[in-house]
């Protein structure tokens, strides 16, 4: 296998480490805007050395963003090759028009990095859904996330002051918003339902919130009602098709997800045949994110493509009531009183995450039962 990678940052680099040390697979070019020379690979500037060499039969996309990304992983496709991706945000919003391209021109795509990073989880519901219908996937899928509310819930600290220290530590970015608000998250879960459904989920039925808001005193009522707030994702089956969101939620303390510390991941699916399987490990990382590439590489190598064949677009019902904590200015009917925040029984998803936009200073967690 002949590889053109995409992108030498922290995923690209480890990549190319790996694939160094394997005689099956070479990595002979690099696109990469900085002058670096490499010993067994060519570095070019123009992604068109790739797309035209053809000796080339697989691209490898590690420069993440939607832009230039999605045009040069789509020209690879149309010129034949294979590709392989990290980049959840691209699969998720092209899926519609990547899925079916990559089959229609008979080549292999696959983005097992893209969710959990390090951990075989789109590999592992691959597997799964072929002997069981898989009920629901989910939990929880981002680092940063975990990271500010395990320190938040462990030190007692504010918001602000753990986001500066995971800024330090770089578990966040200098801009954090597609972590704390979600969105990376959002693209995880909406993507991990596609293949555990076989759907297209309509990406505009899936509401998101994140954990911006969350104050101390937030997490000081968890604690004394024996709640741990965590950010979850949920892709559930249903009669009529799914329902999908991702909302910071309240879980007892003593469930697996309360236990699950700094920025670790931790991710289920619930299927009628296995019942629940969760994977928990590292999300992120150069060596653990790029073993999972190099994974889809040697899948490729084996004739292997996407995990689930494309299925048609479904909207998201997320019509489902639970019970909420909300700080804010809530006119509703509530059930009882947290310090300066009220418990809200019998709202739906759908209708909570639309009152949270009209009011953006908020801050809401479903409790789960
Ligand atoms: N890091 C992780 O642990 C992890 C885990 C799972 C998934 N992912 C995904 O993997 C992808 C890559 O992440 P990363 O952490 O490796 O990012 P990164 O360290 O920022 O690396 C991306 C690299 O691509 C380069 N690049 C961007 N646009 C380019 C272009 N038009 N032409 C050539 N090179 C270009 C960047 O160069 P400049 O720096 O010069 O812009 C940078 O070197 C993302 O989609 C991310 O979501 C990452």
């Not at 990559?102 to 696959?110: C, I, L, N, P, T």
């Not at 704390?180 to 993507?191: P, R, S």
């Not at 998101?208 to 997490?219: E, K, L, S």
Request: glycine share 10%.
């Amino acid at each position: 296998m002949k590889i053109g990678l995409l992108g030498f940052g922290v995923v690209g680099r480890g990549v190319y480490e790996i694939t160094c040390a394997r005689d099956d697979m070479q990595v002979t070019k690099v696109l990469c805007l900085e002058d670096i020379s490499l010993p067994d690979a060519e570095a070019v500037k123009d992604f068109k050395e790739i797309l035209n060499d053809d000796s080339i039969d697989t691209v490898v996309e590690a420069m993440g963003g939607l832009h230039p990304a999605y045009e040069f992983v789509r020209a690879a496709i149309e010129a034949g090759k294979n590709v392989v991706t990290s980049n959840k945000a691209l699969v998720c919003t092209f899926y519609d028009e990547l899925l079916p391209l990559a089959q229609s021109k008979g080549v292999k795509f696959r983005s097992t990095a893209a969710v959990g990073g390090g951990i075989g989880w789109l590999s592992e519901l691959e597997r799964s859904r072929r002997v069981q219908t898989i009920s629901q996937v989910g939990g929880i899928m981002n680092g940063t996330c975990n990271y500010i509310l395990d320190n938040m819930t462990r030190m007692g600290l504010n918001y602000d002051d753990v986001l500066k220290q995971a800024q330090k530590l770089g578990y966040a970015e200098a801009n954090p918003s597609t972590d704390v608000d979600g969105i990376d998250t959002w693209h995880k879960v909406i993507l991990s339902s596609n293949i555990a459904f076989g759907v297209t989920v309509d990406k505009s039925t899936v509401p998101v919130a994140g954990i911006r808001n969350i104050q101390a005193q937030d997490v000081e009522n968890f604690k004394a009602h024996g709640l741990v707030c965590k950010l979850i994702s949920t892709g559930k089956r249903t009669e009529n098709g799914c329902s999908v969101y991702v909302q910071p939620t309240l879980v007892k303390e003593g469930e697996p997800e309360a236990a699950v510390p700094m920025n670790y991941n931790l991710i289920t699916f619930i299927g009628d045949t296995s019942e629940r399987m969760s994977f928990y490990g590292q999300g992120a990382g150069r060596y653990p994110t790029a073993y999972n590439v190099v994974q889809d590489l040697v899948d490729v190598l084996e004739g292997k493509g996407f995990y689930a064949p494309y299925g048609e677009k479904v909207a998201a019902d997320n019509s489902e009531k639970l019970t909420w904590y909300v700080r804010g200015n809530w006119q509703g009917e509530t059930a009882e009183s947290w310090g300066n925040a009220v418990i809200v029984k019998d709202v739906s998803v759908t209708d909570m995450h639309a009152w949270l936009k009209e009011n953006s200073e908020a801050f809401v967690a479903a409790i789960r039962a």
